[in-house]
């Protein structure tokens, strides 16, 4: 919310608006510095934010830490600037001033609510010199600003933290919402959204990095589940995929990655395997899938799995065409007898 170029261009006007007024009323040489100074943070916040855009995620993080160092100075320069303005002594650039940081102070707590902390800083920046300035300005009644401004600031703050908390939750909410819609109630696997999604990052990256080996892409088909369905009932069935996922997600590597498309159908991704290694990753989610299952029925439940693959070793492979190769070479080991694994191009199983 920080990173809104309107409310830089907004500040950098009203800063500059605020010391030509002050050139003009006072025939001052600091309000000059305060122009060259807003014009330098200004040129400066705007490449700034260009630059996050575009950055990668890890270079976009040290690129806002010094933006946010950037609206810190700013606040303090601001600051500074009204406090010329009211030890000026001319009433029109006192109420000026408190307009200005009154109306600072508010879009600073309105627009910082994901880091309050930063905007604590920037409204301190702001409103210390301001109060400064007023409580030194020769009369009496100036006091006052020492109640008000405290609880002006104060205010803001409350208003700040009450806002970060509402976009704590919105956050926290879309971030769940997120996952809900791209994880599989019952296995709590990724569903077709995720595989869809990381399976088009794998095919964008292939090729790009010095020794990359490909991936692989493995379709799982469970055999005979559909007899498991009709003679225990779907609530046993489900325990059962429940249980086959878990396998399927030890069997994998870390850097694996198990999705449930519907039914019985789950997908493997392996990135950075070579098809000796698909091979055997796939030999071992059929081991795993084969040892009896205990899972409430009675009895052991047996079942076993049947995998087609394809590897994806050169760029501009097309995410569908790769999925529809797996495919087929699933049916081609359901053809043969189940229970084994094929490989789309060899044809190679075990």
Same mark, same amino acid.
């Not at 359901?334 to 191009?345: E, F």
């Given at each position: 919310?920080?990173?809104?170029?309107?409310?830089?261009?907004?500040?950098?006007?009203?800063?500059? =608006?605020?010391?030509?007024?002050?050139?003009?009323?006072?025939?001052?040489? %600091?309000?000059?510095?305060?122009?060259?100074?807003?014009?330098?943070?200004?040129?400066?916040? #705007?490449?700034?934010?260009?630059?996050?855009?575009?950055?990668?995620?890890?270079?976009? /993080?040290?690129?806002?830490?010094?933006?946010?160092?950037? &609206?810190?100075? %700013?606040?303090?320069?601001? &600051? @500074?600037?009204?406090?010329?303005?009211?030890?000026?002594?001319?009433?029109?650039?006192?109420?000026?001033?408190?307009?200005?940081?009154?109306?600072?102070? !508010?879009?600073?707590?309105?627009?910082?609510?994901?880091? +309050?902390?930063?905007?604590?800083?920037? #409204?301190?920046?702001?409103?210390?010199?301001?109060?400064?300035?007023?409580?030194?300005?020769?009369?009496?009644? #100036? %006091?006052?600003?020492?109640?008000?401004? +405290? #609880? %002006?600031?104060?205010?803001?703050?409350?208003?700040?933290?009450?806002?970060? /908390?509402?976009?704590?939750?919105? =956050?926290?909410?879309?971030?769940?919402?997120?996952?809900?819609?791209?994880?599989?109630?019952?296995?709590?696997? +990724?569903?077709?959204? @995720? @595989? *869809? *999604?990381?399976?088009?990052?794998?095919?964008?990256?292939?090729?790009?990095? *010095?020794?990359?080996?490909?991936?692989?892409?493995?379709?799982?088909?469970?055999?005979?589940?559909?007899?498991?369905?009709?003679?225990?009932?779907?609530?046993?069935?489900?325990?059962?995929?429940?249980?086959?996922?878990?396998?399927?997600?030890?069997?994998?590597? *870390?850097?694996?990655?198990?999705?449930?498309?519907?039914?019985?159908?789950?997908?493997?991704?392996?990135?950075?395997?070579?098809?000796?290694?698909?091979?055997?990753?796939?030999?071992?989610?059929?081991?795993?899938?084969?040892? +009896?299952?205990? =899972? &409430?029925? !009675?009895?052991?439940?047996?079942?076993?799995?049947?995998?087609?693959?394809?590897?994806?070793?050169?760029?501009?492979?097309?995410?569908?065409? @790769?999925?529809?190769?797996?495919?087929?070479?699933?049916?081609?080991?359901?053809?043969?007898?189940?229970?084994?694994?094929?490989?789309?191009?060899?044809?190679? !199983? !075990?």
């Amino acid at each position: 919310m920080f990173e809104r170029r309107a409310v830089v261009v907004f500040g950098a006007v009203t800063s500059t =608006i605020s010391a030509i007024t002050a050139a003009i009323l006072t025939g001052a040489s %600091w309000p000059y510095l305060w122009i060259v100074a807003e014009a330098f943070l200004f040129v400066t916040r #705007m490449r700034g934010l260009v630059a996050v855009d575009r950055s990668s995620p890890q270079q976009a /993080e040290r690129r806002y830490a010094k933006l946010l160092f950037l &609206g810190i100075i %700013w606040g303090t320069v601001f &600051g @500074l600037g009204s406090f010329g303005m009211i030890s000026a002594g001319d009433h029109v650039l006192v109420v000026l001033a408190a307009i200005n940081v009154a109306g600072a102070v !508010g879009n600073i707590a309105s627009r910082n609510a994901p880091l +309050p902390r930063f905007g604590i800083l920037v #409204m301190a920046a702001t409103c210390i010199p301001f109060t400064v300035a007023l409580l030194t300005y020769g009369t009496a009644d #100036m %006091w006052i600003s020492l109640v008000m401004g +405290p #609880m %002006w600031l104060t205010g803001m703050t409350f208003v700040m933290l009450q806002n970060h /908390e509402i976009t704590v939750r919105m =956050i926290v909410a879309e971030l769940e919402n997120h996952r809900i819609a791209r994880t599989d109630k019952l296995t709590e696997l +990724p569903n077709r959204i @995720l @595989l *869809e *999604e990381r399976l088009e990052e794998l095919c964008a990256s292939l090729g790009q990095a *010095e020794g990359d080996r490909g991936f692989a892409v493995l379709c799982l088909d469970l055999d005979d589940f559909k007899p498991v369905n009709d003679d225990y009932g779907h609530a046993v069935g489900d325990k059962l995929l429940g249980a086959a996922a878990r396998r399927i997600h030890n069997a994998i590597r *870390e850097v694996d990655s198990a999705y449930r498309l519907g039914g019985d159908e789950f997908v493997v991704l392996l990135p950075q395997t070579s098809r000796a290694e698909a091979f055997f990753v796939g030999s071992r989610i059929i081991t795993a899938l084969t040892r +009896p299952f205990d =899972i &409430g029925a !009675g009895e052991l439940v047996r079942i076993s799995a049947s995998i087609g693959s394809a590897v994806a070793d050169v760029p501009d492979v097309d995410p569908q065409i @790769l999925l529809d190769r797996a495919d087929r070479a699933l049916y081609a080991a359901k053809a043969a007898g189940k229970n084994v694994y094929r490989d789309s191009q060899t044809g190679a !199983g !075990g």
